[in-house]
């Protein structure tokens, strides 16, 4: 039998498109909600965006990653880790 072969998946490249996917969405919302939630508490407009962000990266920013840079994401560049 033959052992499966590891998988090269790079948690490092992924939390770094994650990042630059997220940074905007969070920035524009912030924008948005900010103004709308004038006088609310932190926690209360937390409660908002929270919801809005998890929704927007399970279903649009994540499979946009694994998408368009899944060949980045599953490979290590010149022999090294990661």
Do not use: C, D, E
């Not at 969070?26 to 004038?38: D, E, G, K, M, R």
């Amino acid at each position: 039998m033959s052992k499966p072969a590891a998988s090269s998946f790079s948690r490092p490249r992924f939390a770094l498109l994650v990042a630059l996917g997220v940074y905007p969405v969070v920035t524009a919302l912030l924008y948005l909600v900010f103004p709308l939630t004038n006088g609310w508490a932190l926690w209360q407009r937390t409660l908002v965006l929270v919801p809005v962000i998890v929704i927007v990266m399970i279903w649009a920013i994540i499979p946009l990653i694994h998408r368009r840079f899944g060949a980045f994401l599953h490979r290590s560049g010149r022999g090294l880790p990661g």
